[in-house]
């Protein structure tokens, strides 16, 4: 097959139409028709005078760069023909080595070779094959070929995407028992099965190329009601949770615990810039509300200043003067109070608990007047905060329906505490306490105060 067909995925689909339907699917497929990422490609490259360039398109349309389409950063996206945009079939399994751990740092071979996790690939006449371990998800250096491009460090030199980075750092980047980037965003088949429409296929596992996380189309897409269970299901898997009511006379003080047990990264990760995840608290008593802090509606911006006990985790970003700024070409510091990721799963290394956050409501530490009979927590996620889109409609960079197609995601159930429906009780500084979970999570153990960020100013 020429070059040309290689490059060009709705040719794979011939021979690989289950691969395709998921890729088509996928952020992946989507990256260069993104409207954010197309309005914030624009307003970067007006308010740099063209410097920004290819520094966005690098990642969103490799090829494109690699081959020489796009070489600007000014061109007209939409004149790409359709086998260039995204992030492309050809292009990740072309990829023969990584340079650099972010930025897009992957080097192609020109061999026209297409690499994968196959040690022993079929001859075919469609193109040649190789194994190789950084498409290889159980292997631990697979995940730099994915960190290459989703840890992004600025023209100013900030670290601002660092899901590699923290992965690297964590239990999960570990042998034995490590778990790579595709082992959670590329889930394999438990059935054996051709990957490939060709005869004498051999059965083998089927990778899942629709790669979820938090992010899913805003316009219309192919397949997006399977983008969006995916996602949901990625995220109810993430977190552990536990809310803890302790009595204190007629009152009571409310804390609730998260863990960070599943993601491999920090949480909110990626664009945590963007990312506003919030938790949801409400007490009440015979129906009538007690307490509330984090109850923001699904389109609403969320107002820090009218809501002192917000537990707001996000990335807050500043300029070389240290002036809050938004837009990454700006960004020359960040920083952050996204969970932590897992240092070790042994209970008895003190860094176990590291990952064990505690807040109280209210933030101050006082106590409810009244003791509550119902507590309720949502974990609330919006992969891009409303007001970041409002600023791009202000600039003229963005249409306003986009806003509105952005979704609010809920991570996991709600929980319910109750007096009957606490699953532990146990006394401390001489009070009782009454938590209920729905996991794993030991209330009682050790654990690290949540930090706020009352000084994150919004753009």
Known sequence: MLRADLVDPAKCQTCHPDQFRDWAASMHAYATDDPVFRAMHARGQRETQGALGTFC?????PQAVTDGLLTTGAEDLDKLPAGYKGVSCFFCHSVAAVAQTHNNGLQQATDLVLRGPVSD????DAHRSAYSALHDRDQLPSATLCGSCHDVVTPLGAQLERGFLEWHGSVFNQS??????G??????SAELQPIAVADGAPLRRMHSHLTPAVDTALIAW???DASVQAVQALLDKSLQSAV???KAGAGARLSVILDNV?????????AALDRRVWLEVIASKNGQVLYTSGAVADNAVIDTGADPDLWLMRDCAYDASGQAVHMFWQVATAVGNALPVQLTFDPSDPRFYQSHIRAAFPANGTQLAVMPDKVTVRMRLQPIGREVFDDLVLSGDLTPTVRDAMPTW???ATLTWTAETATQTFQQDGLPVSCRTDTNLNPQADSVPAVRLPGCKQP
């Open 183 to 188: 082992q959670c965003h590329m889930p394999q």
């Open 244 to 246: 803890c009511v302790q």
């Open 262 to 270: 599943a993601s491999g990264h920090g949480f909110p990760s990626g």
């Open 57 to 61: 398109l690098k990642c969103h349309a």
């Open 121 to 124: 690939p079929m001859h075919t």
């Open 410 to 412: 809920q991570i996991g």
């Open 222 to 224: 192919p397949n997006k």
């Open 176 to 181: 034995p028992g490590g778990n790579t980037c």
